[in-house]
Nanobody
């Protein structure tokens, strides 16, 4: 059974940093693509950063390039999203998702497994 559990969200002032963690189980990291998505109130869910199964391809949304970094620790079955220089527009529920296959996937509908989400609020 595939499970993903996010943590690390919270409230931070503009310019601050947060590190999101996603611990997963039920699959082998080499066989699954993993991504971070977010959804703000009244908006569609969007890809923030995604990794192909072998982490040889990476995607970042234009809005987070240079500020966010995705990484994976296969030994800990975890994927992280380091978020720096946070802006109010980064406020959203952040989700970790996984799907079988080797290619990089950036469309939410292509992901089968989702975590419960963690709230990130950037406000002064």
């Amino acid at each position: 059974q595939v499970q993903l559990v996010e943590s690390g969200g919270g409230m931070v002032q503009p310019g601050g940093s947060l590190r999101l963690s996603c611990v997963y189980s039920g699959f082998t990291s080499d066989d699954y693509a993993i991504g971070w998505f977010r959804q703000a109130p009244g908006k569609e869910r969007e890809a923030v950063s995604c990794l192909s199964s072998w982490a040889d391809n990476t995607y970042y949304a234009d809005s987070v390039k240079g500020r966010f970094t995705i990484s994976r620790d296969n030994a800990k079955n975890a994927v992280y999203l380091q978020m720096n220089s946070l802006k109010p527009e980064d406020t959203a529920v952040y989700y970790c998702a996984a799907d079988s296959g080797l290619i990089l996937k950036v469309t939410p509908k292509w992901y089968e497994y989702w975590g419960q989400g963690t709230q990130v609020t950037v406000s002064s």
